[in-house]
């Protein structure tokens, strides 16, 4: 789904929540897993717990891959 489509799709799912709706969502999305107020479970590890949005992989690779392309790109494609 592309990045504008998320940003529909995670204004949708904010004001049907504001209505008392709730969602069960499984995404590696960094788009919709920043859906405000969202409680983010990991099941890394063996076991199920909340993990802050900072802290998931899909922001921390896409942060890093955002901030470092280049180098990032280098490393992936010269090993």
């Not at 802050?52 to 090993?79: A, C, G, H, P, V």
């Amino acid at each position: 789904m592309s990045p504008q489509r998320q940003l529909t799709l995670l204004l949708e799912i904010v004001n049907c929540a504001k209505e008392d709706a709730q969602f069960i969502m499984v995404t590696h999305s960094p788009i919709l897993l920043g859906i405000p107020g969202a409680e983010i479970l990991s099941f890394d590890d063996g076991q199920i717990h909340p993990i802050d949005y900072e802290d998931t992989d899909s922001y921390q690779i896409t942060k890093m891959f955002i901030e470092n392309k280049e180098q990032l790109l280098m490393r992936l494609l010269n090993d």
